[in-house]
């Protein structure tokens, strides 16, 4: 309950946070300041003072087939998002997440695997990410648009939640790393601005999200 306690609390934070910054700098530094361990961190230390450092240790391990899978979720969203519908693109790069992380939770039993493997599929999402317009401007959007955004990343937290707990370690960690914020602030951003806004937060958060894969999992895994 002191992890979801902690989402609950901090989500909204982060979601108005990171729309006011991509309304001020644009939406790339919006992605950009998502990959920020914002809500992660006070979740580890959560799950560190409930479950102890074993649990802790096999769900951040655990937590790596998410976080490749969320490398997937990006691929196929910004690969769809030109040419189809939002609630298109959100089904069928939740569905290869979720594909990713049956498929993949089995595999990653060390930390190092989930590393290596993490590394390589970045790697390449890095060198094959898809081209977009960065001097396109975000226009103006009702004042009403923020708290539904709020509101969607609060409900679909808490179900994600309630359904990861009764997962075990390994999974829960897997499932824990559903890109809620990522979800929410691009399908609105599609919405709301099109296709190119979405794709634009997507890669500011493909490239600075190793300072959490790369160095806050791993730090976090050794100290405990």
């Not at 300041?33 to 802790?56: C, H, K, N, R, T």
């Not at 595999?107 to 599929?121: F, K, P, S, Y």
């Not at 808490?158 to 824990?176: D, H, K």
């Amino acid at each position: 309950m002191l992890a979801l306690a902690v989402k609950l609390l901090f989500a909204p934070l982060f979601v108005i946070g990171t729309y006011f910054i991509q309304r001020k700098f644009g939406a790339r530094w919006g992605g950009i300041s998502m990959a920020v361990p914002f809500i992660l961190a006070p979740i580890l230390i959560a799950i560190y003072i409930e479950q102890g450092s074993d649990f802790l240790y096999s769900s951040i391990v655990g937590s790596y087939a998410g976080q490749i899978s969320l490398l997937f979720f990006i691929a196929i969203y910004t690969r769809m998002a030109p040419r189809f519908h939002w609630s298109i693109c959100i089904v069928s790069a939740t569905s290869v997440f979720l594909i990713g992380v049956a498929i993949l939770s089995p595999l990653i039993n060390e930390l190092w695997v989930g590393i290596a493997l993490w590394t390589i599929v970045w790697s390449i999402s890095m060198k094959r990410f898809v081209p977009y317009d960065r001097t396109i401007e975000l226009p103006p959007a009702p004042k009403w648009d923020i708290w539904l955004r709020v509101a969607s990343a609060l409900l679909l937290i808490f179900t994600i939640t309630q359904f990861a707990e009764n997962l075990g370690p390994r999974l829960s960690g897997a499932f824990a790393t559903y890109p809620v914020m990522t979800s929410i602030m691009t399908t609105f951003n599609h919405y709301r601005f099109g296709p190119n806004s979405s794709i634009a937060l997507m890669h500011g958060l493909l490239q600075y999200i190793p300072a959490t894969s790369l160095l806050i999992l791993p730090i976090a895994a050794l100290l405990i």
